[in-house]
């Protein structure tokens, strides 16, 4: 991706800017303040131990504050967002349309999100992320989907004598190839990448204790204590999702689901390269979750 440079209001601080939000091509558009930009200077640190506790514990079982109540998520009172943790949780994602999340401002958004959990940086750490939520600023006319795995599902489908396997085995999860491109093409490494291994089974949550699959092909690299071609046998067949649900979402329609129980990618379906064909651009906040709990007290180191 090509990109151009701009100043800050702020500062005299140089910052890049991916092309495709250009100062000069998108000087009316509405959302310039949620543009993309390339930060060199700031440096983050790596995510301390903390505890956490599931808000959907608290969540009422029949959902009857949120459910025939509610409207607009951004109106939500502590009791309905109890509700929907809880819903996340058993649902793993739920849709929104009609919404005005988009146009709340950046501190209500965060604010919103900050609900459910410390706000997350990045997910290869002892704290992976918990809930997700996604609301789109602007969208091609066709394409740009999101897509999610079910992970709960993907572990039922596999064979007791699997399941059994799998249980007792961790991957590594690493964010290193992420820094290693980031540096290869000249781009500014904000945090050190770290490594962590992780159960490849875990308990969904504090909420439903699901078992689920906990690897996908974006951060587990191989299986820990087994050879390669061991490792790379197994993470390909638990790599091939096939209980998923995709949705072309609109710039009303807000998305939360829950990173513990389901995996996730965004689907291009266009040329995102080639301004003509549209711009996907959005708002994302992530929360923190627990640190991952295996099977029979395995847990991540």
Same mark, same amino acid.
């Given at each position: 991706?090509?990109?151009?440079?701009?100043?800050?209001?702020?500062?005299?601080?140089? =910052?890049?800017?991916?092309?495709?939000?250009d100062q000069e091509t998108?000087?009316?558009?509405?959302?310039?303040?949620?543009?993309?930009?390339?930060?060199?200077?700031?440096?983050?640190?790596?995510?301390?131990?903390?505890?956490?506790?599931? +808000?959907?514990?608290?969540?009422?079982?029949?959902?009857?504050?949120?459910?025939?109540? !509610?409207?607009?998520l951004s109106a939500l009172?502590?009791?309905?967002?109890?509700?929907?943790?809880?819903?996340?949780?058993?649902?793993?994602?739920?849709?929104?349309?009609?919404?005005?999340?988009?146009? =709340?401002?950046?501190?209500?958004?965060?604010? /919103?999100?900050?609900?459910?959990?410390?706000?997350?940086?990045?997910?290869?750490?002892?704290?992976?992320?918990?809930?997700?939520?996604?609301?789109?600023?602007?969208?091609?006319?066709?394409?740009?989907?999101?897509?999610?795995?079910?992970?709960?599902? !993907?572990?039922?489908?596999?064979?007791?004598?699997?399941?059994?396997?799998?249980?007792?085995?961790?991957?590594?999860?690493?964010? /290193?190839?992420?820094?290693?491109?980031?540096?290869?093409?000249?781009?500014?490494?904000?945090?050190?990448?770290?490594?962590?291994?992780?159960?490849?089974? +875990? /308990?969904?949550?504090?909420?439903?204790?699901?078992?689920?699959?906990?690897? %996908?092909?974006?951060?587990?690299?191989?299986?820990?204590?087994?050879?390669?071609?061991?490792?790379? !046998?197994?993470?390909?067949?638990?790599?091939?999702?096939?209980?998923?649900?995709?949705?072309?979402?609109?710039?009303?329609?807000?998305?939360?689901?829950?990173?513990?129980?389901?995996?996730?990618?965004?689907?291009?379906?266009?040329?995102?390269? %080639?301004?003509?064909?549209?711009? +996907?651009?959005?708002? +994302?906040?992530?929360?923190?979750?627990?640190?991952?709990?295996?099977? %029979?007290?395995?847990?991540?180191?």
């Amino acid at each position: 991706m090509t990109s151009s440079e701009t100043i800050t209001a702020a500062s005299d601080q140089r =910052i890049t800017v991916s092309a495709a939000h250009d100062q000069e091509t998108n000087t009316s558009y509405k959302y310039a303040a949620y543009l993309p930009v390339y930060d060199e200077t700031t440096k983050l640190r790596a995510t301390e131990p903390f505890e956490f506790k599931d +808000r959907g514990l608290d969540g009422d079982k029949d959902k009857k504050n949120l459910l025939g109540q !509610a409207s607009l998520l951004s109106a939500l009172n502590d009791a309905q967002k109890k509700d929907l943790a809880l819903l996340l949780a058993e649902r793993g994602v739920v849709v929104f349309r009609g919404q005005d999340f988009k146009d =709340i401002g950046p501190e209500k958004q965060k604010e /919103f999100a900050s609900f459910f959990g410390r706000l997350h940086i990045h997910p290869v750490g002892a704290h992976p992320p918990g809930i997700t939520l996604l609301c789109l600023l602007k969208v091609p006319s066709s394409g740009g989907d999101t897509a999610w795995v079910s992970q709960a599902a !993907a572990y039922e489908r596999l064979s007791e004598p699997v399941q059994k396997l799998i249980e007792g085995l961790r991957a590594e999860h690493s964010g /290193f190839p992420q820094a290693e491109n980031a540096r290869r093409d000249g781009k500014f490494v904000r945090r050190e990448p770290v490594k962590s291994d992780h159960p490849i089974v +875990r /308990f969904s949550g504090q909420v439903t204790g699901q078992k689920v699959l906990f690897v %996908n092909p974006g951060f587990a690299k191989r299986i820990v204590g087994l050879k390669d071609e061991e490792s790379d !046998a197994i993470l390909q067949l638990l790599f091939k999702p096939i209980f998923r649900c995709e949705l072309y979402g609109t710039t009303t329609t807000m998305t939360l689901w829950d990173n513990r129980v389901t995996a996730h990618t965004a689907i291009s379906h266009y040329d995102v390269h %080639n301004p003509a064909e549209g711009l +996907r651009h959005g708002i +994302r906040l992530t929360t923190l979750g627990e640190k991952p709990q295996g099977i %029979n007290g395995l847990d991540c180191r």
